[in-house]
């Protein structure tokens, strides 16, 4: 069993719906990292948190120590919200992945 | 951004042949990181150097060798290529303190054939 959990592995959405990405992990972190991968692109980080919700633009992302879960979601979706959305716990020095979920967004 | 360059961006080799892949950063970053990335899995530690001349190994680190001469370059070598290393190579930093996340490079696509 992976340490950081996705799901879904793919989502497809039509513009304009609210859209939830899952990330369980397993391991004690000191925080949890959302990153984004645009196709044939690099990687760019979104979020990072440790507790509670943070919000940026049309993103949010939350989550709850307890359970070992956050969430990612994008309100009003968009076609170029299309990327591979990847969660990661980090844990001292090093980023533990998940194996990120592909949404497409259709117009 | 933390200023990463990932050079060569593209790579066509033949097994047997070594190659390297350099990672270049601007912004002074303790830590610089290469992952590999392939379908299926998440991306996955190769090595990684917390400093000038210190570096560890990661969860797939069989293959390769890096080195970090100095704090803006750090090498990743492959001595002998195999098809298995056939990948997306990304490169990544980190201040080394605080809470604060990896900055990526744009990543460099190695085919071995």
């Known amino acids: 069993k992976n340490e950081v959990e996705q799901s879904p592995q793919n989502l497809t959405a039509q513009e304009g719906e609210f859209i939830t990405i899952n990330c369980s992990y397993s391991?004690?972190?000191?925080?949890l990292h959302w990153l984004q991968q645009h196709p044939g692109g690099g990687i760019v980080s979104l979020f990072m948190?440790?507790?509670g919700k943070k919000k940026h633009g049309r993103l949010i992302a939350t989550i709850n120590i307890q359970e070992k879960h956050s969430s990612l979601h994008i309100t009003a979706s968009h076609p170029r919200d299309s990327a591979v959305y990847i969660c990661?716990?980090?844990?001292?020095?090093?980023?533990?992945f998940g194996t990120g979920t592909r949404l497409q967004v259709f117009p | 951004d933390a200023g990463i360059t990932q050079s060569p961006r593209h790579k066509v080799t033949e097994t047997g042949t070594p190659v390297t892949l350099r990672c270049h950063q601007t912004?002074?970053?303790?830590?610089m990181y290469w992952y590999r990335q392939d379908p299926g899995h998440g991306l996955r530690l190769i090595h990684y150097?917390?400093?000038?001349?210190?570096?560890d190994k990661g969860e797939v680190s069989d293959g390769y060798s890096v080195s970090r001469s100095k704090t803006e370059d750090f090498l990743l070598t492959l001595e002998s290529a195999t098809s298995s290393q056939t990948s997306v190579y990304f490169c990544?930093?980190?201040?080394?303190?605080?809470?604060?996340?990896?900055?990526f490079g744009d990543g460099t696509r190695l085919s071995i054939l």
């Open positions: 990661a716990a980090s844990n001292t020095d090093k980023l533990i």
């Open positions: 391991v004690g972190i000191s925080a």
């Open positions: 948190l440790s507790s």
């Open positions: 912004e002074n970053h303790r830590y």
């Open positions: 150097s917390y400093g000038v001349k210190d570096t």
């Open positions: 990544a930093t980190h201040r080394g303190y605080g809470n604060q996340p990896q900055h």
